[in-house]
């Protein structure tokens, strides 16, 4: 439920709804805006009744927000919410943020060549798997703490946000420390405790659609992190399974503008996992921010031959420059633009506003 205050309401009243909301045993969320507070009511499961609300001085109206998702819907929140991964790295404005680099860090000359090679051709983060999610136990299972020191190198180097991924619960506060984005992977999109335990690291989280899940189910994911308190979740495309064995996924379009209609947050598309092939990653790439993604995410290796993990579908880097290139055309066709790193550091470190 969500309580819309006056325009001119007192903090008086609102603070005195808040008291309400907790004497019915619920959390309130204060959420300034604009034009008006509003206080929305969580901890609820099923509907609430705001006889007792309403009456208050003060309250404009109280809305029953319809889907299971709460937090997440744009009935809780109208306006894009913006992600903030590093300063003027900002998802869910005008601007596209390009996340690139390799499925996995193996090394510290393989990161920080990838992370210069992405760099200059204008991705404003680097990805890289220091903790992998990998099918079979045998295959390289990622460099753990030592990625992650090696990541922090590559940022040092090049001045690029980082997005690595968390496998489990410890990880999350290893990766926390270093990561500016943390990245939940497909496998792990239902990992209940992983989730809340990302909702509380103090950091973004780019949430990757499960490979099996559906967009609500997506959905309700990102509620577990909104409910521990963290609204600065990016959603992710990445590709579901089908019975078609042409592609390692099926990668699905109308996910991006699915998710934007019935959610503030940001979404993301990640071409590389949702087709498995490289030749197919850079029309995938154009089609998403066509459709309005607010980012993509590509894997890109120095040498993707001798790539550990996700070699075939890792781009070159002369892919990767002409692409960023194509979808600068893109973003301009539709009244966007693609983020460079100049725009973000220029934008420094003023707090961006959210709603
Ligand atoms: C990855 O980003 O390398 C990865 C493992 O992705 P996903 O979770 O989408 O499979
Ligand atoms: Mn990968």
Redesign the pocket.
Known sequence: MLVVMDNHASADQIERVVQVIEEMGYQARPMPGLQRTTVGLVGNDGRVDGSRIEALPGVAEVIHVSKPYKQVSREWKQENTLVRIAPGVVFGGEQIQIIAGP?SVESEDQIVTAARQVRAAGATAL?G?AF??RSSPYSFQGLGKRGLELLAVARQETGLAIVT?ALDEDGVHRVAEVADCI?I???NMQNYSLLRAAGRAGKPVLL?RGMAATITDLLMSAEYILAEGNDQVILCE?GIRSFDTMTRNLFDLTAIPLVQKLSHLPMVA?PS?GTGLRDKVTPMARAAVAAGADGIIVEVHPNPERALS?GAQSLYPEQFKSLVEELRAIASAIGRSVATLASARSAGTAPVTVG
Do not use: L, V
């Open positions: 499925c990805r798997g992998k999610p991924e990245q992977g497909a496998r990757k990445r990640d996992h996700d």
